[in-house]
């Protein structure tokens, strides 16, 4: 077990961009699109809630940010510092479908999901079938961030991330 957690913690930096990328793409794409294979479009947003984090060794260093999309600007500055996101709070749309949840850097955890789309309500007559309603909602979540993730490693892992995307990347910082 203790291994994982090192891996989960010597690989943190790839959530963390992962992070910064989504948000980039989400306000440097046209409505926040995403395009993935083998499923509509996804538009994405940045929600009110993110939190940036640095550490060098035992010093460790948290700027928490929640409000209007203005705090948007002063995360941006902390990005410049050096601090990259450790959780974010996002907005997934597809289609009618529409979720918010947060994401966390580290282990690519899902919490606090919320759908708009369920039609089907929690009373005590229909609970099955309210339970296989969240299900599904989950297994959605969980596939577009796969496939958001799938996304970010081609990009990452190609020589188009230094020759384009970081410059992109870096240009969109200074705005």
Not at 18 to 23: D, G, V
Not at 163 to 175: F, T
Request: hydrophobic fraction near 40%.
């Amino acid at each position: 077990m203790r291994d994982l957690v090192e891996l989960l913690f010597a690989y943190r930096f790839l959530g963390r961009e992962f992070l910064t990328w989504l948000w980039f793409r989400s306000e440097a794409e046209t409505d926040g699109l995403m395009r993935l294979p083998e499923t509509e479009p996804v538009s994405l947003a940045v929600g009110d809630k993110m939190m940036l984090e640095t550490s060098d060794g035992e010093y460790r260093e948290t700027l928490v940010l929640q409000g209007s999309r203005s705090e948007h600007q002063e995360a941006r500055l902390g990005l410049r510092q050096g601090k990259l996101p450790e959780e974010m709070h996002l907005k997934l749309t597809r289609g009618r479908d529409e979720w918010q949840l947060t994401l966390k850097a580290t282990t690519l955890e899902i919490k606090g999901l919320k759908s708009q789309n369920t039609s089907v309500q929690g009373d005590d007559e229909d609970q099955e079938a309210f339970f296989f309603d969240q299900m599904y909602q989950v297994e959605e979540v969980s596939h577009i961030i796969d496939g958001l993730f799938q996304e970010f490693l081609q990009v990452r892992l190609s020589p188009a991330w230094e020759q384009e995307e970081m410059p992109r990347i870096q240009d969109w910082l200074e705005v």
